[in-house]
């Protein structure tokens, strides 16, 4: 790397970045030696990497909880992901974290998630018990560090060690961290707990506004929500009709909101906590990156509320009992019959063995491209 930008990019994270923070400099770097750039940061070029990926690119017809064919307003994981980058880049500035750092964390956490979201998941985890199972924060890794061909001189991305510990350790109440190669004595660093927390904010937050969009919600099934009372009251609305502006700026005070909290309370711990590095905060025996005990009685009764009324609803569930039939037919007839699959795909059941080339494509399908593959099989009148 040139001197001059080298000094420029260490400046500048001088003045932004807290102790506890990640410096580009102290990156533990990548496992393939790369000469670095002239002008972009490590995690820069891990957030540029991951942005230009097939799987990246994906994103934007793989379910988050409306299947793509349900409507074009619903979120998809691509608007999902920039979302929670979003939301992870405010909370770095606010907190000296590492902001590239974190936003590049945000943009891989949910790329190996298959189609039909949680529904594709589940199933393809029960379809892979014997094989090897199947995580979607594996599967993530699995892509940036050997599925994804971009390079001649090694498989994968070749991202820094900072990015693939957050990607790794990225824990939520829906997803478990995968840390067995990242130092599992340690917690996520300052980056990967907040990208964690945006996570959560952002689902939480968009499936709200989605269930009301869709109307499977309404504003009188929520009234009696804690966290509705307060954004009503804050935002001055008193109950007479609900448009979609009011539920724009009900979004809005929302995010705000729960941002704000998690804002000041992980201010607070790390000032009591007495923080001063890296290693203390990740030697910490709880994560500093958290909400006030106000707002995870709010989050654990609206996350209750949408369990049982958004998540559970017979629409959404219909839509979960066709991702799981499409994905395990799909499955069980490759594994049947490998001579049915794409000859770019077969080629790799030497390598992998035949189960997980099969579940490595169907985990990269998009929703269409599944329901399409599954009509092309079984479909006799289908004509593509």
């Not at 040139?2 to 102290?26: H, M, Q, V």
């Not at 008193?238 to 009011?246: C, H, R, S, V, W």
Request: aromatic share 10%; charged share 30%; with cysteine.
């Amino acid at each position: 790397m040139n001197y001059a930008s080298a000094l420029s990019i260490r400046r500048r994270e001088e003045t932004s970045i807290a102790p506890y923070g990640i410096f580009s400099k102290d990156t533990k770097g990548r496992k393939h030696f790369e000469k670095e750039h002239e002008f972009r940061g490590p995690f820069q070029r891990d957030k540029d990497r991951i942005i230009h990926t097939t799987a990246f690119r994906r994103l934007e017809y793989k379910t988050q909880v409306f299947i793509n064919d349900e409507g074009d307003y619903y979120r998809t994981r691509l608007t999902h992901t920039l979302e929670v980058a979003q939301i992870g880049r405010t909370l770095a500035r606010a907190l000296g974290a590492n902001e590239d750092l974190v936003e590049a964390i945000c943009l891989a956490h949910d790329l190996g998630h298959p189609p039909f979201g949680h529904a594709g998941e589940a199933t393809l985890s029960k379809l892979m018990l014997d094989f090897g199972s199947f995580d979607h924060n594996e599967q993530t890794l699995r892509i940036v560090t050997f599925l994804e061909k971009r390079y001649d001189a090694f498989p994968g991305l070749n991202l820094s060690y900072e990015t693939l510990e957050g990607i790794a350790k990225h824990e939520t109440e829906y997803d478990k961290a995968a840390i067995a190669d990242y130092s599992p004595d340690l917690r996520g660093g300052l980056e990967a707990q907040i990208a964690n927390a945006a996570d959560e904010i952002a689902y939480s937050v968009h499936d709200l506004d989605d269930g009301l969009r869709s109307g499977i919600l309404t504003p009188d099934m929520c009234r009696d929500l804690l966290v509705w009372k307060e954004i009503a009251n804050e935002i001055g609305w008193i109950g007479a009709e609900f448009t979609d502006l009011d539920r724009h700026r009900f979004t809005n005070a929302l995010t705000n909101s729960i941002v704000s909290d998690i804002f000041f309370s992980t201010e607070a711990k790390i000032k009591s906590a007495h923080i001063e590095s890296v290693d203390e905060l990740q030697r910490l025996p709880y994560n500093v990156v958290s909400s006030s005990e106000t707002w995870r009685l709010q989050s654990r009764e609206l996350k209750d509320f949408l369990f049982a009324n958004l998540y559970r609803h017979y629409r959404v569930v219909r839509m979960s009992y066709k991702a799981e039939q499409i994905i395990t037919r799909l499955f069980e007839t490759f594994q049947n019959d490998p001579r049915l699959l794409p000859t770019h795909i077969k080629i790799n059941i030497d390598e992998r063995g035949l189960e997980r080339t099969i579940c490595d494509y169907i985990a990269g399908m998009t929703d269409r491209y599944a329901i399409n593959q599954y009509r092309k099989l079984f479909d006799p009148a289908y004509i593509p």
